[in-house]
């Protein structure tokens, strides 16, 4: 891990900032991996920072739930568990397609070609040989992120965006598998197609079997990796 005074100027943030996301982003790429402990003084030194700013990022991480605290064990990075992801995938399927059905109505020109955009952006990420897929999961956030602005319902925004960081962790772990991002762009325009004509039956088949494909990639994986643990 590399020394905090390397790193590129996420500088201009606070150092708890700086380090928080920092560990965010090792758990996310799978560096720091499920199970594991979190030292605090080994993290510190590691990054070159006191303690402090390793505790209140691990704080915030508990709160994102990438973090558990484990009695008399302290902080472990979170296992991903089928039941928070049928949760977490849950809410997200219900919330979104209400968004995708008031995006019908209120999406403008404008938020049309952002979204064509946002997407030309996700696919030409896609075609990199070498695409990061903590990147992909990003552009494919500002993708979702065009529909949840057009809904006009700031409340529901708010939640969506409360959401999020939950919802980022499974993201990232569905963009792992590259025979599943050509799958994501396609199903991407087949959105932007049915908002584009405001057909809100189609919309709103479309964005569930994007999410209930999501949770069946992630069940199949999570299958994979207990048989592994069992055998």
């Excluded at 508990?62 to 849950?90: K, Y």
């Excluded at 070609?113 to 997407?119: D, S, V």
């Amino acid at each position: 891990m590399r020394d905090i005074n390397e790193m590129k100027p996420e500088e201009y943030m606070p150092l708890r900032e700086v380090v928080f996301l920092t560990l965010r982003r090792r758990i996310l790429r799978g560096e720091l991996k499920p199970g594991e402990r979190l030292m605090e003084i080994s993290l510190a030194n590691r990054l070159g920072v006191s303690r402090t700013p390793i505790r209140e990022a691990i704080h915030k991480l508990e709160n994102e739930g990438l973090v558990v605290m484990v009695p008399r064990r302290g902080a472990h990075v979170a296992e991903i568990t089928r039941q928070e992801l049928d949760d977490v995938l849950e809410v997200r399927r219900s919330l979104e397609m209400l968004a995708i059905q008031r995006a019908c109505e209120h999406i403008t020109p404008e938020e049309i070609r952002e979204l064509k955009e946002a997407e030309e952006l996700f696919a030409a990420m896609v075609a990199k040989e070498d695409a990061d897929f903590t990147e992909l999961g990003e552009l494919d956030e500002q993708f979702h992120d065009v529909i949840y602005n057009a809904t006009g319902n700031r409340r529901l925004i708010q939640i969506l965006n409360n959401l999020r960081e939950q919802m980022y962790r499974f993201r990232v772990e569905y963009l792992k598998d590259e025979d599943i991002r050509e799958t994501l762009t396609k199903e991407h325009d087949a959105i932007i197609k049915a908002l584009e004509e405001r057909n809100a039956e189609e919309a709103l088949r479309i964005i569930k079997l994007h999410i209930d494909n999501q949770h069946q990639t992630i069940n199949a994986e999570l299958d994979m990796r207990d048989s592994a643990a069992q055998g």
